[in-house]
């Protein structure tokens, strides 16, 4: 995945809200894909 860096005066709830906030994004994005029928990136699921 990537490789983030905590900034020194971020604590973790910032850092939970983004990768919360990211998941929630691609999650989304995952299932509009499968909705509109595009090629997904993996086809485990």
């Not at 691609?26 to 595009?38: N, V």
């Amino acid at each position: 995945m990537w490789s983030l860096s905590r900034a020194p005066s971020s604590g973790d709830s910032d850092y939970e809200s983004i990768a919360v906030f990211a998941t929630n994004i691609t999650t989304k994005f995952l299932q509009q894909a499968q909705r509109t029928g595009a090629p997904a990136e993996s086809d485990e699921q």
